[in-house]
């Protein structure tokens, strides 16, 4: 999912970007960009919540709505400060530290 995430950020990092920046000026764009981002995390606590119901996982709160919200906006700040950076830092080093945060806070100590 991460590395997904990152592709697509790169390949539509303009685009990405602009929404970005024009979120705070436009309300239109502003409520679409809070439509997908909660959408998207309300998928995926649905789905963690499934595996912590299976025994699969154990996440680091148990409140995983704000979790998962959490941790999308986390993901989008540290895609859009990446392309901003002034060194970025190697998109494989910077998925597989966005990858690890995400297996500690939503896997816990099933995640290894």
Known sequence: MIGNAIAVWQRHAPLLDACLQARPSDP???????????????????????????????????????????LVGMTVWALYEQRMARTPLPPDRLMNAIRAIWIAAAWGDKGN
């Open 28 to 70: 239109q764009l502003r409520e679409l960009w809070d439509r997908f981002v909660s959408q998207l995390s309300d998928k995926l606590a649905a789905f963690i919540a499934r595996l912590r119901d299976a025994g699969r996982v154990d996440p680091a709160s148990r409140d995983i709505p704000a979790l998962t919200h959490a």
